[in-house]
């Protein structure tokens, strides 16, 4: 009997743990297995996620914000990076924030500026991010934080941006001297100085907008190879029955004038263009008046040649035969002699026809007798965009 | 196993008439978590039709007599042994120089645009009066595929120097510290590269690059940069540890543009050589202090 007691007991228990043990085994695996099609689900939500406003946008990124400005400048920037700032304590979303910062900085014209640089580093909190072990310093702490300020110092680099010192303290507030941004800093402080005024034609940082400006730039530094060189502005109202009323800068030196001076009475001398020259990021179509290339004299003089040497006789050394020339000048190239270079501001073939008549009156009398012959041919290029679009679909089909 | 789970998706996807860029879990690539480089081009084929084999056999053989005449000019001046001893101030050595057709198939021309990542185009080609020709047009615009972040450059490069049976070599500039160009530019800054391939796969990307600033104009200009301003870098990475040029080491001359300003370049170029100048003591520009540890270089 207590036997039989003893076996029911244990069977119970038995019975008891298989149901437990099946319990747990198809709350695990059942619903793997079961198709619940005609069962009803459970609606019973553990997170927070009903009881909130269901209009409000769940978006982590806030891109859109700054697409939405309408009047887009500096100063609203700036407002968009300090109403971040502020919108809570913890400030979450620093990182997809200062991505969508960075794409939208060339919309507001403030892409080439280091303070809104800075202030869009300052976003991100102090002290948080700074390792404070050795495996923490080698794992890249925080690796997608240090991801986005790399990009930021890279986006500064491709724009010609360089930081300054404050930059690195605030980098070295939010992630310490051993941040892989820190060592593009570092870099990007060692190699920008150094080549930041390294062009032997110096221009301005800001580039003027104004064709006359950008004309007198380009003339200059076309004429920079001859330092006696005078640029002077003619207006082609001047000329008598000129037809377009324009500007032209012109490029002459006392050389150059010499030259033409000198120029065969004969000979045709050529108006070409239009030429271009890069001034920055900017275009500027030229022209040049030039004559044909002066023949090389040359000397068959042979070094090696020892059948006609001349010996001294009793001490006196025969006078050698002197062959002297004037060193041609910059001006004289193999394919064509520069006598002067212009810029109009229509670059109409008129306004090359009064740029000759200026040339004339200002120093070169002997233009009036040489002929002058207009070899003019149309831009290279027409600037079209058609065909731009075809072009990119025909890439991505391949 | 693999070709008959291709086939089978294949022909799934005839069937059913299912655009191609569906199968993408489907990777013919080897990864990329290594560090050490499957092939000196990078993963850039050369997709250009290759000639059959007796095709090849027949301009071997036609080659095989220029050959042969190299390797006994090669021949004759080893036992000669006359090397040139005397550099001589101011006086420049070309080493290449345009005016022949022969000239330009020294050089190879690239753009971003052939392996579509880009748009830019360009050529290398004589002008009227005989002189090399790079030209083209420099876009930024990036092609819409997901992949490329940036574009914009293109790129002349000489072919590896050799010696005869095409044999790789070196040129050797040891004696020499200046690069002397004759060029006539468009008021554009260009990258000079001179890569210093070496053996080994941490090497293969080694290039030593400088800017050519243009003044633009009807005017040439005569550039003599010394080799001891040349920055060293690596895939367009200017590395932490810097090196002067291992003169005695080089396999390629390059000119690239890529100053990002769209528009039309031209670069005219008469020729490239080198010159020793005694005046230019200068052995490396950049500082080589000792940097911090675990900092530099990684």
């Known amino acids: ?398 | 196993m693999y070709s008959l789970v291709l086939n089978a998706l294949v022909r799934h996807i005839n069937k059913n008439k299912i655009n191609t860029k569906c199968i993408k879990y489907l990777k013919t690539s080897a990864s990329l978590d290594a560090f050490w480089e499957r092939d000196p081009k990078g993963g850039y084929i050369d997709t250009r039709e290759k000639p059959s084999k007796t095709q090849i056999v027949r301009e071997g053989l036609k080659e095989l007599k220029t050959e042969i005449a190299l390797w006994s000019q090669e021949v004759k001046e080893h036992f000669e042994f006359d090397p040139n001893m005397i550099f001589r101030p101011g006086e420049t050595d070309i080493v290449w120089q345009f005016g022949s057709q022969d000239s330009l198939n020294e050089w190879v021309v690239t753009s971003d645009k052939d392996h579509n990542e880009g748009y830019s185009s360009c050529s290398l080609a004589l002008n009227k009066h005989g002189k090399g020709l790079f030209a083209g047009e420099l876009s930024t615009r990036v092609p819409k595929d997901g992949r490329i972040k940036r574009a914009g450059y293109c790129n002349i490069k000489t072919i590896r120097a050799r010696k005869s049976f095409k044999r790789e070599t070196f040129l050797n500039w040891g004696p020499y510290n200046m690069l002397v160009m004759k060029v006539r530019g468009d008021g554009r800054s260009y990258m000079l590269n001179i890569t210093t391939k070496g053996f080994f796969d941490l090497t293969w990307n080694d290039t030593y690059h400088f800017v050519l600033y243009t003044r633009g104009g009807p005017y040439w200009q005569i550039s003599r940069i010394p080799f001891s301003k040349f920055f060293f870098a690596s895939k367009g990475r200017v590395q932490d540890r810097q090196s002067p040029i291992p003169l005695n080491k080089i396999t390629n001359f390059g000119i690239s543009v890529g100053d990002k300003i769209n528009g039309s370049f031209s670069l005219e170029i008469d020729y490239i050589g080198v010159e020793f100048d005694p005046n230019h003591k200068e052995e490396f520009a950049y500082e080589m202090y000792r940097m911090p540890k675990y900092i530099v270089a990684t």
């Open chain 1, 1 to 398: 009997m207590l036997n039989g007691h003893n076996l029911s007991k244990t069977m119970l228990r038995k019975s008891v743990l298989m149901i437990i043990f099946n319990y747990c085994k198809y709350r695990t695996i059942g619903p793997k297995f079961i198709n619940l099609n005609h069962a009803k689900r459970r609606n019973l939500h553990i997170s927070s996620i009903c009881f909130g406003d269901p209009t409000k946008s769940k978006d982590i990124v806030i891109y859109e914000n700054f697409e939405a400005i309408k009047e887009k400048n500096k100063k609203t920037y700036l407002e968009m990076l300090k109403i971040f700032g502020e919108r809570d304590v913890h400030r979450r979303g620093h990182v997809e924030f200062i991505y969508s910062a960075l794409k939208n900085m060339e919309s507001f014209g403030v892409h080439k500026d280091l303070e809104v640089y800075k202030a869009l580093v300052d976003v991100l909190p102090k002290g948080k991010f700074i390792p404070t072990n050795i495996f923490q310093a080698e794992f890249m702490h925080y690796p997608k934080q240090q991801q986005c300020a790399i990009d930021l110092l890279e986006q500064m680099e491709d724009n010609g941006v360089m930081p300054d010192y404050e930059m690195e303290d605030i980098l070295l507030n939010i992630f310490g001297r051993r941040g892989y941004p820190l060592r593009k800093f570092w870099r990007m402080m060692y190699w920008m100085p150094k080549f930041k005024n390294l062009s032997p034609w110096p221009l301005p940082s800001e580039i003027p907008n104004d064709i006359f400006e950008l004309a007198k730039l380009a003339v200059e530094r076309i004429s920079s190879i001859d330092i006696q060189s005078k640029i002077s502005v003619y207006q082609t109202a001047d000329i008598q029955d000129a037809v377009e009323d324009t500007w032209i800068v012109s490029g002459q030196s006392i050389t150059q004038q010499k030259l033409l001076s000198e120029h065969n009475v004969k000979q045709p001398v050529y108006v070409e263009g239009s030429f271009q020259i890069w001034i920055k990021n900017k275009l500027v179509n030229y022209f040049i008046l030039r004559a044909d290339p002066k023949p090389i004299p040359k000397e068959d003089y042979d070094p090696d040649d020892v059948s006609h040497i001349n010996v001294p006789l009793f001490g006196f050394t025969p006078p050698s035969k002197k062959s002297l020339m004037t060193r041609p000048s910059v001006h004289e190239q193999e394919d064509g002699v520069v006598l002067a270079v212009c810029v109009t501001g229509t670059s109409g073939r008129d306004s090359l026809l009064s740029w000759i008549r200026h040339l004339e009156a200002d120093g070169n009398p002997a233009l009036a007798e040489i002929p002058v012959v207009f070899t003019l041919r149309a831009p290279e290029k027409e600037i079209a965009t058609a065909d731009a679009n075809e072009e990119e679909n025909s890439i991505e089909k391949m």
